[in-house]
């Protein structure tokens, strides 16, 4: 089954969560896919990879770019996985459905701030629970690092 990962979102919004993730995708030598909305939101998290730090960026590929099949990391509104990822990331309220099996890992990543967000990843988490998955809890903590919780 697939390790399935909460992120809570509480002391920083997606756009300075998302990058630190990837970035420890790509250390660990895996290839991520991003999913996200809509195309418009495609557009936003790939200005977002080429700028979030003035002097690196993130390797990555949208259905825009092309070499799809090159890209450690790909942004998408769609269910292709054309990069061979075993991360499937999930952001802006994209609900994990039967694919998640297809990857060794899945990032759900929701706004503590959001009660429809929160609610949203309760009910994710008793779904995933009851077909199998392996699930945890990660919180934000004081300085924006991740911690497991129980």
């Known amino acids: 089954m697939t390790e399935v ?21 790509l ?5 991520a896919l991003v999913r996200t909305v809509s195309d418009a939101r495609v557009a936003d998290l790939d200005r977002l990879l080429w700028t979030y730090e003035p002097a690196s960026f993130l390797p990555h590929g949208t ?5 799809a099949e090159r890209q450690p990391v790909y942004v998408t509104a769609g269910r292709e996985v054309p ?4 991360v499937l990331i999930l952001v802006d309220g994209v609900a ?8 060794a890992r899945c ?10 967000a929160v609610a949203d990843a309760r009910g994710h988490w008793k779904r995933l629970k009851e077909t199998g998955h392996m699930l945890s809890y990660w919180q934000q903590g ?3 690092g991740w911690r497991q919780r129980a």
């Open 5 to 25: 990962r909460f992120y809570h979102l509480q002391r920083t919004d997606l756009t300075g969560a998302l990058p630190k993730l990837l970035e420890k995708v």
């Open 27 to 31: 250390q660990a030598g895996q290839r």
């Open 63 to 67: 259905p825009e770019t092309g070499f």
């Open 83 to 86: 990069n061979g990822a075993g």
């Open 96 to 103: 994990p459905d039967q694919d998640v099996g297809q990857f």
């Open 107 to 116: 990032c759900l990543m929701f706004d503590g701030r959001d009660e429809a």
């Open 142 to 144: 004081d300085q924006g």
